[in-house]
């Protein structure tokens, strides 16, 4: 049998790790059958995160432990193709069964709320999986936010997630690091060809991208195709990064994307070309079948609540009611006293005062903006966190060539050894998507102390918990690192400043309207852009690309609000019954110090946090 390249090493590897984990080879004489031995609860964690690793490889270089007993992983990527998915079902479906079995009454409160984060992860992932089409990534470190009834998307795929995760993840220090490299750039091709598959199949069962979207996802692709190999990131990153190391990676690479990985893009074309004359503009997960099945779990998974879609639904308007109720008066005081809330937003917008220039020398504004902000920010964590994080991180621009399907922004962690920074990463194919009054609360959300700041708390966590994420959990956060950073005083002489974080919690109120009436109540994609835009004031460019996200990602839009609710919602209840003993610092500690959480699980981690402080 002929082995590739990267099987050959993906073995080595293996090779190389079971020998330095191996503590002998000796075998026992023993004829009698040794009974079995009941599992710790530390060897069904391993176990746990042993399945996870060995499902999304990926996760082990974002979480930088890539090497020692997890170094294999190093070598691969996620199998997308219809076999490895029902692969990593079996196995989530065999985990789920093991973490049933524990009694958690024999356990103490640490292992106990451990349990039942993991298994709550399990269970809602063993659901997403017996739907009958969609691509569930509840389990992936990388890209676990983000569930969608689609294989491939706009925003969702191989070719949209893999070259930045190796540009950004997997680190490059040696020859075999190198090596590893190539190799997935291999399986890069595989996961290509094995979405492609889906495609095929998710089309037989009816269920093909809107055509607006898969309008969107050709253009991508094509575009990629029409430039060299020779230029692309994911070509140009192994070459900038192995300039020193011996062997002549950047020609291996350029020749892979040359034969291997280009064709496998032209097939992913192919596939889509040939579903499309059957999309139809319908923009919610509703006109699916089972649609409202799948819309469900979605927004479960996405809330970590049971709310329905009316429930949802009537939340967000409340919300963004008593937010432009906050907004009105900060307005009238600047000089807009005229229309709706949203059309004097929409009016603030239009003011130059408050624009970037256009082209590059915007875009340099603009990374200027943020290191201001983000050294401003820095220096008040003292005085919101009893308990510091490094808030180690980097601004880098979303690569050129997926930025028209990518959102605005979005930020995470680096990795639990320290070793590779957390990310801020800005869409600047426009310097219209962003404004001198809301680019300060957006690198709050994103990086401090938002994203990569609270990320870095979870590294205290079990390796496991480390790993995993519940987006109404680290959402939610975000926006309540919005409000942290107002309540530092950080617009105390900018009342536009302050309007725009407003604007931002009531653009996560909108979400929770629009989402829910895109997947549940059968809007347009033309009804919820206007919606949006003439209720919040909100950019009609960001707007476009906002509801094309939601969507191919139904119910993820959802788990912002949602979040900052509860945590809010927790925080009076810790002032109520505390008093005098409530100490901003150590509510914030608390919230992140439990670790990522669903959010019936929160308010447990609260109530300890209350139970102990009462104690002293």
Not at 148 to 159: C, E, I, K, L, R
Request: contains cysteine; aromatic residues 8%; hydrophobic residues 40%.
């Amino acid at each position: 049998m002929k082995l590739s390249r990267r099987s050959l090493l993906k073995t080595s590897a293996v090779a190389v790790a079971s020998t330095l984990a191996a503590s002998g080879c000796a075998t026992s004489k023993a004829t009698k059958p040794i009974p079995a031995k009941k599992p710790s609860i530390n060897d069904l964690l391993a176990e746990a995160t042993d399945l996870m690793l060995k499902s999304y490889p990926e996760s082990a270089s974002s979480a930088g432990i890539d090497t020692g007993q997890y170094a294999q992983h190093k070598f691969a990527l996620t199998d997308r193709s219809p076999d490895g998915q029902a692969a990593i079902k079996a196995g989530v479906k065999a985990m789920l069964a093991k973490l049933n079995s524990v009694d958690t009454n024999e356990l103490t409160a640490d292992e106990t709320l451990n349990i039942d984060v993991i298994r709550t992860v399990f269970d809602m992932s063993a659901k997403g999986f017996d739907l009958p089409y969609g691509d569930m990534a509840l389990l992936n470190y990388n890209w676990s936010y983000r569930n969608s009834p689609y294989a491939v998307a706009q925003n969702t795929g191989a070719f949209i997630e893999i070259p930045s995760f190796l540009d950004a993840s997997h680190s490059i220090k040696t020859t075999q690091d190198a090596q590893a490299y190539l190799a997935r750039m291999e399986a890069y091709a595989e996961q290509l060809d094995g979405e492609s598959e889906r495609i095929r199949i998710d089309a037989e069962k009816g269920v093909i991208l809107p055509d607006f979207l898969m309008e969107k996802t050709l253009g991508q692709l094509r575009g990629a195709r029409s430039r060299s190999a020779e230029q692309w990131g994911i070509v140009t990153s192994l070459e900038t990064r192995t300039s020193t190391l011996d062997g002549n990676f950047a020609a291996t690479a350029k020749s892979l994307a040359t034969k291997t990985i280009g064709p496998a893009i032209d097939r992913q074309i192919a596939a889509l070309e040939a579903v499309a004359p059957q999309a139809n503009s319908d923009a919610g997960v509703w006109a699916k079948p089972d649609g409202d099945q799948y819309y469900a779990w979605a927004l479960q998974a996405g809330t970590t609540t049971t709310m329905s879609p009316d429930e949802v639904h009537q939340m967000g308007l409340d919300e963004l009611a008593s937010l432009h109720a906050r907004m009105d008066p900060i307005l009238r005081s600047i000089g807009y006293t005229q229309g709706s809330v949203g059309e004097r937003m929409t009016a603030l917008a239009k003011d130059p005062l408050y624009h970037f220039s256009p082209g590059d020398k915007g875009r340099a504004e603009i990374m200027a903006f943020i290191d201001e902000t983000l050294t401003e920010i820095r220096g008040l964590m003292p005085q919101a966190f009893a308990t510091q994080v490094p808030g180690f991180l980097e601004v880098t621009r979303i690569a050129p060539e997926v930025e028209a399907g990518a959102p605005g922004a979005y930020g995470g962690a680096g990795s639990i050894d320290g070793k590779q920074p957390g990310h801020f990463w800005i869409n600047l194919r426009t310097t219209d998507l962003h404004n001198k009054y809301t680019l300060k609360d957006l690198t709050y959300h994103e990086a401090i102390p938002g994203h990569v700041w609270q990320g870095e708390y979870t590294f205290k966590q079990p390796l496991i918990r480390s790993l995993l994420a519940f987006n109404a959990y680290s959402e939610g956060w975000a926006l309540y690192a919005e409000q942290i950073a107002d309540e530092l005083g950080v617009y105390s002489e900018s009342p536009v400043g302050r309007l725009g974080y407003l604007q931002s919690l009531a653009f996560r109120a909108c979400r929770l309207v629009v989402d829910t009436g895109l997947h549940a109540k059968r809007w347009t994609r033309e009804e919820a852009n206007t919606w949006f835009v003439t209720n919040n004031g909100s950019n009609p460019e960001e707007v476009r690309g906002e509801v094309d996200r939601y969507c191919a990602w139904p119910g993820q839009a959802c788990g912002y609000k949602v979040g900052h609710t509860a945590i809010n919602q927790l925080r009076s209840k810790a002032e109520r019954v505390l008093g005098k003993q409530f100490d901003y610092r150590q509510f914030n500690d608390a919230v992140v110090l439990g670790g990522a959480v669903p959010m019936t699980v929160l308010e447990r981690v609260v109530d300890e946090h209350i139970a102990r402080i009462k104690l002293t």
